[in-house]
Nanobody
């Protein structure tokens, strides 16, 4: 059983930045960040494989950067130029299966963190 713990959420003004982190209890393969705003469906934000291949939702391309520190089992999400539409609960996810392509499909992930809230005010 993989345990995931997110941190780094908070409140920020529009145009600001936040950096999220997610520590896993053991090594994993593909990892991703998802988010869910009240009344909306869960949305894939960014994904990264063990080899560093990444993919992003169109809504965050050019503003968010996903990265991982394999030695520390840590996943990061640098979020810049935040706007009110980025307000959501952010979840990290992990998969132990060997996958060579990143994915924003939540069905591809087995393990999930408890989430960290990001609130952007205008």
């Amino acid at each position: 059983q993989v345990q995931l713990a997110e941190s780094g959420g908070g409140s920020v003004q529009s145009g600001g930045s936040l950096r999220l982190a997610c520590v896993a209890s053991q090594a994993t393969n593909r990892r991703a960040w998802f988010r869910q705003a009240p009344g909306k469906e869960r949305e894939g934000v960014a994904s990264i494989t063990m080899t560093g291949s990444t993919t992003y939702a169109d809504s965050v391309k050019g503003r968010f950067t996903i990265s991982r520190d394999t030695a520390k089992n840590t996943l990061n999400l640098q979020m810049n130029s935040l706007n009110s539409e980025d307000t959501a609960m952010y979840y990290c996810a992990a998969d132990l299966s060997v996958r060579f392509l990143p994915s924003l499909d939540h069905r591809q992930y087995t393990y999930w963190g408890q989430g960290t809230q990001v609130t952007v005010s205008s």
